[in-house]
Each structure stands twice: as structure tokens, then as C-alpha cells.
């Protein structure tokens, strides 16, 4: 996990200005053929640190991907159906997510059965056979980029690229952010999210465990509801959106991801916590095709990518620090709460405190943390209703 983030840490900001410098067709074209050219050397791998090379390399790569699809969505359709594309691709992706996971197994061997009449092909079959049907995935990606057609920019209407040029477009792209108020509020409500959601990836199956007692299988159950969430938010957003502003269903969608975080680290219910698992993957969705509307209607076109590429790295560098901070945190509050144990003497007390542990006193801090982002979010994301100019400051 921290080899795939540290990529955003030291080339975020210059993929953004490759993606605004170059054309963004063939960018996402390289991006997948490198991509799987990469996932193929795979099996080759034996040894831990060639692993943590192809994992940076793959998230390299997608640092310069994941913009420019991002910006190139305006290029395609009507401005307005801008919200409604970003719902079915934000759908899309965690559907295909879902049946990879749910099916995987299930794909590999039955494209395995066909290789295995296939005489060349008989040397994929077996354990590798996943990595070669990953990079197949890759190589149709970049197939179906190619035939989609976005506006060819000239060289004349770029100016010069060189070093100095890549200088100047770093530095404008972070004063275009900070003199931006709409973005730099959303870059700052999106990071304290990430801080406080990104507990979850971390401390997510010892809470499953040592609270809500169902193991690595019922862990698993609570991802596959987050998944179904993150689904059914990309689809409803689409149609929310046409009917209640965008600024504010940003806000109330990081509110409401931060209540279902303090809500599932309080409730021990197992029924009761995959409901408000989905409830959160719901918003987590509301909350990210908002947020990528809000910045395709206010950016122009010409700095769009270094703003995605700038949201992309914050969102990876909060993550790492969450992953980071809050099992320290966890282990912290279990000592304490090992020393608070000891010196009570009352028995009903002692019922009490071993409700709670490290890892949920955690999860609710950090829920906290996302409410917190909410109540700045609703309070200071504002856009005029008949443009994008920030109206609060």
C-alpha cells in the first residue's frame, strides 16, 4: 500500500501537467499498455522487492491515467449530462470491481478451460493465469481508447514544452488552487475525510474481529456491502443531482459518511452495521461524483488535469497517513485503556469498558474527524446557482 501511494507523493503535481501538456488519448493509451505490459512480468517476480517495484510503477502509471479520464470526460459529452457521466463511470467502476470479485475465480477457469485446448495456450493455464487475463484487460482498454475521439490540441495552443515551461505550469497550477476557493475548500474537506475514513482500510478486520466477532469471511460480507453502496450512490447520484445543488450534496454526503462511521463504530449488531455499511458506500459515492462534477463545471480545460492530479494525490497522501496514524493510535488507546482497567476496582464497571478497544475508539475518532469535514464542507462549498464563483468564504 505505501509503495502504490508513494507515487502520488513525488510526481502528482507533474502528471497533472502532463496531462493538461499532452494529449490525453494517447496518455491513457500508454498508461494501459504499460500497465499491463507491467501486471505480465508478474510471475517472473520471486523475491518481495521486485513486487514493491511493480506496484509503484503500476500506480505511476495510474497517477497519469486516472486525470486524464477524469478531464477528458467534458470532451465527450453535453455540459450538461457532465453529472450524469460521471455517475455511470463511477458506477461502472465499482460494479466491474464487484463481479471481479464475486466471479474472478469462476472467469479464470473457464477462460483456463479454453486454453486448455488451445495448444500454445496450454502454458498459461494454472496460478499465473490470473496475471494474464489482468493484462489482457489492460491491452482491450487501450483497443476501445482508441476509437474514441477527443479534441486534438496544437502545438501553437500549448506553447513550448520544456523544463522551464513545466516549472511555470507547476507553480500556476498550485496558485490557480489556492486562489481558487471552491477547490481549495473541497481539497481540504476531501482530506480530512480521507483522514478520518481511512481508518477503516486499516483497522477494519481487527474491529470485525475483536468486536463484532464474525472473522475474515464476515469482513469480507461488510466489503461487498461497501461495494453495493459505492454502486447504488454512483447510480443515485446521477439523478439526485439534477434535482438539489451540487455544492450542497457535497457537504451532506461527507456529513453523512462521517454519522455512518460513528454509527458503526458504536453498534455491535451485525445486521444492523452491513445496513449502515451500504448507507456509507452510498454517500462515499454522493460525495466523490459531486465533488468531480463541481470541478469539471468551475476548471477550464486547460488546467483541468492538474487539478484531478492534485485531488488524486491528496486523497492517496491522507490515505497513507491514515494507514499510518491510526493503528499507532489504536494500540495507544489500548494501552490506556489497559491502565484505566486495572485501576478500577467496581466489577460493573469493568462490563463496561470491555465493550470498548483500541481499533473502535479509533474508528469513532476518525468518524468524528469526517462530521467535522462535513460541517466545513456545508458551511464554506458554495457556488452561485448561476455560475461556479464562490459566494462564502
Not at 507491467?38 to 518481495?48: D, K
Not at 466489503?223 to 457537504?251: E, T, Y
Not at 469526517?370 to 452561485?384: D, K, Q, S, Y
Request: charged content about 15%.
Amino acid at each position: 500500500m505505501i509503495f502504490k501511494m508513494l507515487p502520488a507523493l513525488f510526481f502528482g503535481s507533474l502528471a497533472g501537467v502532463m496531462v493538461d501538456r499532452f494529449d490525453r488519448k494517447r496518455l491513457m493509451i500508454i498508461c494501459d499498455i504499460g500497465r499491463g505490459l507491467l501486471i505480465l512480468t508478474l510471475p517472473f517476480i520471486n523475491n518481495i522487492f521486485g513486487i514493491y517495484a511493480i506496484a509503484f510503477l503500476l500506480d505511476t502509471f495510474s497517477i497519469i491515467f486516472m486525470p486524464s479520464k477524469d478531464a477528458s470526460i467534458p470532451n465527450i459529452v453535453e455540459s450538461r449530462d457532465v453529472l450524469t457521466a460521471n455517475s455511470v463511470s463511477y458506477t461502472t467502476n465499482y460494479l466491474t470491481m464487484i463481479i471481479g470479485s464475486a466471479f474472478g475465480a469462476t472467469i479464470i477457469l473457464l477462460v483456463e478451460s479454453v486454453w486448455a485446448h488451445l495448444p500454445f495456450f496450454q502454458r498459461l493455464t494454472g496460478p499465473n493465469a490470473a496475471f494474464y487475463i489482468d493484462a489482457g484487460t489492460f491491452f482491450l482498454s487501450a483497443l476501445a481508447l482508441s476509437f474514441i475521439h477527443l479534441p486534438h490540441r496544437r502545438r501553437h495552443e500549448l506553447g513550448k514544452i520544456n523544463l522551464f515551461q513545466i516549472k511555470e505550469d507547476l507553480l500556476s497550477g498550485f496558485v490557480f488552487m489556492r486562489g481558487n476557493k471552491l477547490l481549495k475548500y473541497m481539497i481540504i474537506c476531501i482530506g480530512v475525510a480521507m483522514l478520518g475514513g481511512g481508518s477503516i482500510y486499516s483497522l477494519g478486520a481487527v474491529y470485525s474481529n475483536e468486536v463484532l466477532h464474525i472473522g475474515e469471511a464476515g469482513f469480507g460480507y461488510l466489503i461487498a456491502a461497501l461495494g453495493v453502496g459505492l454502486v447504488i450512490g454512483g447510480l443515485l447520484s446521477g439523478i439526485i443531482g439534477r434535482f438539489f445543488p451540487k455544492d450542497r450534496l457535497f457537504g451532506l454526503s461527507i456529513l453523512a459518511f462521517g454519522i455512518a462511521m460513528v454509527t458503526f463504530s458504536s453498534i455491535s449488531y451485525y445486521k444492523i452495521v452491513i445496513a449502515i455499511i451500504v448507507f456509507a458506500g452510498v454517500n462515499l459515492a454522493i460525495l466523490n461524483v459531486t465533488g468531480f462534477t463541481l470541478v469539471h463545471e468551475s476548471v477550464d480545460d486547460s488546467t483541468r488535469g492538474r487539478v484531478f492530479s492534485v485531488f488524486e494525490s491528496m486523497i492517496r497522501v491522507f490515505l497513507l497517513i491514515s494507514l499510518a496514524v491510526s493503528g499507532i493510535v489504536a494500540d495507544i488507546m489500548n494501552r490506556v485503556l489497559k491502565k484505566i482497567v486495572e485501576n478500577v476496582v467496581q466489577p460493573q464497571q469493568l462490563v463496561y469498558l470491555a465493550r470498548f478497544n483500541g481499533s473502535r475508539i479509533t474508528l469513532l475518532l476518525g468518524g468524528v474527524a469526517v462530521i467535522c469535514a462535513g460541517v466545513l464542507a456545508m458551511r464554506n462549498v458554495r457556488v452561485e446557482r448561476k455560475g461556479v464563483k464562490l459566494i462564502n468564504d
